[in-house]
């Protein structure tokens, strides 16, 4: 096993084609074969194209937060290290946390309740509008087909007593917004992921959060887009 040494950041080469079957797969054994070596998200982007087809990955962010979250492997980035940049993943070592992937699910029948609750549309509301992406179809914003899971409403560090039961509990989601949800509350630190929600944002409103920083740390973009810092009258005295 490699050993992490701060001091010396070894980035990963991609050497060989990734020809498993998932992306998922495709991803875990790019971070198996780079054990402790930096990988950017444009290697990770690079393995989940299909190797037959070449289509474009999907949500290759969904499937990384996967491997953290129902595989149970360690993988490090920016906001665990403060070496690490943004768009760079570490995976320290092979280990898996055992506890993982014993997420509680709701049971066949009360999912199939769900989904027929749900009309076979992802039930995720957002400023009083529901997503209402259908399974099958391509998500329009995160791109790749839309995959409908079962989600807990309330996150299990708040109700460990979710009942797979009780289809009142639970909701359809579509894999953008599982996302978003398990980013809304990180599990971990109880905060909210903003990056992670930035980033699984539309084009709009990264703009809006853009012009806000660009205003909030005092930086002007003329007409050509170009960014300069803008002295401020009460920073001159
Ligand atoms: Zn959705």
């Not at 991609?14 to 070596?37: H, P, W």
Request: charged share 30%; with cysteine.
């Amino acid at each position: 096993m490699a050993k992490m040494d701060k001091s010396i950041k070894i980035y990963a080469t991609v050497r060989k084609k990734y020809i498993q079957k998932s992306i998922k797969q495709r991803i875990e054994a790019l971070f198996l074969d780079n054990i402790g070596k930096v990988i950017t998200s444009e290697q990770i982007k690079k393995v989940s194209i299909d190797p037959i087809t070449g289509k474009e990955p999907e949500n290759w962010h969904q499937r990384l937060s996967e491997l953290r979250t129902d595989d149970g492997y360690t993988i490090l980035s920016w906001r665990n290290k403060g070496w690490l940049r943004v768009e760079e993943y570490l995976m320290p070592s092979s280990d898996k946390r055992p506890q993982a992937g014993k997420r509680i699910r709701p049971d066949k029948e009360t999912w199939t309740k769900v989904l027929e609750r749900a009309k076979h549309m992802c039930e995720w509301k957002e400023d009083g509008k529901a997503c209402l992406l259908k399974e099958n179809q391509i998500d329009p914003i995160g791109g790749g087909r839309v995959k409908l899971t079962p989600d807990h409403k309330k996150p299990h560090s708040i109700n460990p007593t979710s009942d797979p039961s009780d289809f009142k509990q639970w909701q359809a989601l579509c894999g953008r917004h599982q996302v978003m949800k398990k980013n809304y509350w990180d599990t971990s630190t109880g905060k909210m992921n903003v990056y992670a929600i930035i980033q699984s944002s539309t084009e709009q409103q990264k703009q809006i959060v853009f012009s806000f920083l660009l205003d909030y740390f005092g930086y002007i973009k003329d007409e050509k887009g170009v960014i300069s810092k803008l002295i401020r009258n009460n920073e001159k005295k």
